[in-house]
């Protein structure tokens, strides 16, 4: 087990509008306001989402275009060779309560969006995990458990 300890250093309310797609409209406040680390949370509307789910080898993505409700979205923010990562997974639901979740890949607000980030005072960064060969989040301390 990794672990980082963080202070929260400010907290930010964003409403995205109709139209803007919510990883480049979160990684562009990100990169303006030079937020080093955070975790998201965000709730909306969507009606061109890409979510995705890594089967160990790959990600395996799906559209969905029509109006769906963003029921709920969390993640964090961290840094890839200089680069803001917004790492999102989120849950939407159609008229009729079917629901879909994974990984954010793209969404485009339809009506509203709502997210919460909560910054902290130190960066987090992300790099390659030869395991898995995903970039993780690396947490510059282990704890082993008694």
């Not at 480049?24 to 680390?37: M, P």
């Amino acid at each position: 087990m990794r672990f980082k300890d963080f202070n929260r250093v400010k907290t930010y309310f964003i409403r995205l509008d109709q139209g803007e797609e919510i990883i480049t409209s979160l990684a562009s406040f990100v990169k303006e306001k030079g937020l080093q680390s955070a975790w998201l949370n965000g709730i909306g509307s969507v009606s061109d989402v890409e979510l995705a789910l890594y089967n160990g080898k790959e990600y395996v993505s799906f559209s969905l275009k029509q109006d769906l409700e963003l029921v709920s979205s969390q993640g964090n923010l961290a840094f890839l060779n200089g680069e803001p990562v917004i790492h999102l997974h989120c849950i939407v639901s159609d008229e009729k309560g079917t629901t879909w979740s994974g990984h954010l890949n793209h969404g485009i607000i339809s009506y509203t969006g709502e997210f919460i980030i909560f910054a902290f005072d130190s960066p987090l960064l992300r790099g390659k995990d030869e395991k898995t060969g995903l970039n993780l989040t690396q947490p510059e301390e282990i704890f082993s458990p008694k």
